[in-house]
């Protein structure tokens, strides 16, 4: 039996449609996102939270993805060529909790249902601030977006409660 990669079981494009483009505009508005320069998603899965916002930054803006998962940042690079995306983002396998990145390098440090699957969030938390520029913004988002993926899931019938609860 092989072992299940981090968050395999809910892993796919259909995650793209967890936020409406309105909600997107709204966070971008909200946060200033058409004036930062440089993006950190930590935690960046397979792209799809960064890729999504990124469009919504300045024109050259670029984007830097790490996740623990060597399969998931080689699938966010793909998908960044795909969305002709690939100039402007980079991705690299990594801990959340000792990020390779120097003190204040970003405008925009996220996350994206990252901290509630750490064992020490406080730690991955204190990373995040210490690559922040100063007045730069943290935005983490949490949410729970099981009832999303059902919905979208039913076409094709490839999440059920037991694969996500077992």
Not at 109 to 131: F, G, K, N, S, Y
Request: with cysteine.
């Amino acid at each position: 039996m092989t072992k299940k990669r981090h968050s395999e079981a809910v892993l796919s494009d259909l995650r793209d449609q967890w936020w409406g483009q309105d909600y997107l505009e709204l966070v971008a508005k909200r946060l200033q996102l058409p004036h930062r320069q440089s993006v950190l998603d930590v935690g960046c899965g397979q792209g799809h939270w960064g890729q999504r916002l990124l469009p919504l930054m300045q024109d050259g803006a670029v984007l830097e993805g790490i996740d623990q998962e060597r399969d998931w940042v080689s699938r966010a690079q793909e998908r960044s060529r795909s969305l002709g995306l690939a100039e402007r983002c980079h991705y690299c396998q990594g801990d959340a909790t000792e990020l390779p990145y120097e003190d204040e390098s970003f405008d925009l440090v996220t996350c994206q249902t990252l901290l509630m699957h750490l064992a020490d969030p406080m730690a991955a938390l204190r990373e995040m601030l210490r690559t922040l520029k100063p007045g730069g913004t943290l935005l983490l988002a949490e949410p729970s977006n099981t009832s999303n993926q059902f919905s979208t899931d039913t076409v094709n019938r490839t999440l059920s409660p037991c694969l996500l609860y077992t």
